[in-house]
T-cell receptor
Framework: DTAVSQTPKYLVTQMGNDKSIKCEQN?????MYWYKQDSKKFLKIMFS???????INETVPNRFSPKSPDKAHLNLHINSLELGDSAVYFC????????????FGPGTRLTVL | GEDVEQSLFLSVREGDSSVINCTYT??????LYWYKQEPGAGLQLLTY?????DMKQDQRLTVLLNKKDKHLSLRIADTQTGDSAIYFC????????????FGAGTRLAVHP
């Protein structure tokens, strides 16, 4: 299936741990994104990469570090997890069209205890 | 989102029309979008409108854009139970790099 996929779908962990979320797209897109959706469904961009280069870096704690080994993958590593990091994290990708349709993954629900 | 505002809830009867409203802030936004999120899923682009258009129709969907008031609306005709979802308005922020700013989403509930 052509899609944006994320693993894991659910992640439950203790405060202070380090965890990673992986994202892969087989759509051939050049640009990938990470979004955070909080409990009130508010969706905010965190990072964007274009061809492995960081192009958007919003005000995100430096405990969050994205890594793009190639243009089909964008992983998110989070150090020293805090309770406030609990959210659903969405990966997305987009082709270089003028209207910038973004294709979203199914999300990773992170719960920090 | 603090820059894109939407009402949070809308309840309609099956078969009626739904109108979801949004206000945005960046007058230089080139495109404005409506995304749909079904429970437990990611967002999916429903439709978009170019900023030099006033209206766009796509089957049951009608998008109206009032640039003067920075107001965007989505009308769903003959609303069905399958339309129950959260609808997000988004604007493309100027400055390049395809940055989208989303509203907080409007939860549409369709009842028989």
């Amino acid at each position: 299936d052509t899609a944006v996929s994320q693993t894991p779908k659910y992640l439950v962990t203790q405060m202070g741990n380090d965890k990673s979320i992986k994202c892969e797209q087989n759509l051939g897109h050049d640009t990938m994104y990470w979004y955070k959706q909080d409990s009130k469904k508010f969706l905010k961009i965190m990072f964007s990469y274009n061809n492995k280069e960081l192009i958007i870096n919003e005000t995100v704690p430096n405990r969050f570090s994205p890594k793009s080994p190639d243009k089909a993958h964008l992983n998110l590593h989070i150090n020293s997890l805090e309770l406030g990091d609990s959210a659903v994290y969405f990966c997305a990708s987009s082709p270089p069209t003028a209207y910038n349709e973004q294709f979203f993954g199914p999300g990773t629900r992170l719960t920090v205890l | 989102g603090e820059d894109v505002e939407q009402s949070l809830f809308l309840s309609v009867r099956e078969g009626d029309s739904s109108v979801i409203n949004c206000t945005y802030t960046d007058s230089s936004s080139t495109y404005l979008y409506w995304y749909k999120q079904e429970p437990g899923a990611g967002l999916q682009l429903l439709t978009y409108i170019f900023s030099n258009m006033d209206m766009k129709q796509d089957q049951r969907l009608t998008v109206l854009l009032n640039k003067k008031d920075k107001h965007l609306s989505l009308r769903i005709a003959d609303t069905q139970t399958g339309d129950s979802a959260i609808y997000f308005c988004a604007e493309s922020r100027s400055g390049g790099y395809n940055k989208l700013i989303f509203g907080a989403g409007t939860r549409l509930a369709v009842h028989p």
